[in-house]
């Protein structure tokens, strides 16, 4: 959903979508891309690479991808260090043209994006159709800033074939 979001805002927009692979657990996003990754979130994060290193612009004009090569040991102390906080500043304050998009891990399965959250302006959550269960879903809203979620996406639901009549 993140990559489509992100896709979408640069092809039918005038804006830049910026995507940041924040699922250091099972980042995927370079992957799902086939990017180029030599450098990546986790050269950033070790301090062998300054940002405009990582960034990577696949075919789509304005688009810009962050990705993650490898997933990150102790994820959730990472997402709440200063590092990732002041990555997080400077993403809004050098590009502060760009819609930034941050592809974080499902709630419930770990601390991850409750630490970023604080962080970040706004939450759209994505729900697997049959994958969550109504309490799942009432508890994750329940972790949401009320103020900063803006909308919930159904994903992977089917389309159920109608019969045409009048």
């Known amino acids: 959903v993140a990559i489509?979001?992100?896709m979408s805002i640069a092809h039918h927009t005038t804006k830049t979508?910026?995507?940041v692979d924040f699922d250091l657990r099972r980042p995927r996003v370079g992957a799902y891309l086939g990017l180029p990754m030599e450098k990546s979130l986790?050269?950033?994060l070790a301090?062998?690479?300054?940002?405009?290193d990582i960034l990577v612009n696949p075919a789509l004009p304005r688009l810009v991808i962050l990705p993650t090569k490898k997933p990150v040991s102790h994820s959730s102390e990472v997402l709440s260090s200063p590092k990732v906080g002041a990555l997080v500043a400077?993403?809004?304050?050098r590009y502060?043209?760009?819609?930034?998009?941050?592809?974080l891990p499902p709630l419930l399965s770990t601390d991850d994006a409750i630490a970023v959250l604080p962080k970040?302006?706004?939450i759209l959550m994505v729900v697997a159709n049959g994958m969550n269960t109504q309490q799942e879903i009432e508890e994750s809203l329940h972790h949401l800033p009320e103020a900063t979620l803006i909308g919930t996406v159904l994903n992977k639901a089917e389309a159920e074939p109608r019969a045409?009549?009048?």
């Open 4 to 6: 489509n979001l992100a």
């Open 164 to 166: 045409y009549y009048y």
């Open 42 to 44: 986790n050269n950033l």
């Open 17 to 19: 979508a910026m995507l």
């Open 90 to 93: 400077e993403l809004r304050e």
């Open 47 to 52: 301090g062998e690479a300054e940002l405009q």
């Open 96 to 103: 502060a043209s760009r819609i930034v998009i941050f592809d």
């Open 120 to 122: 970040i302006d706004c």
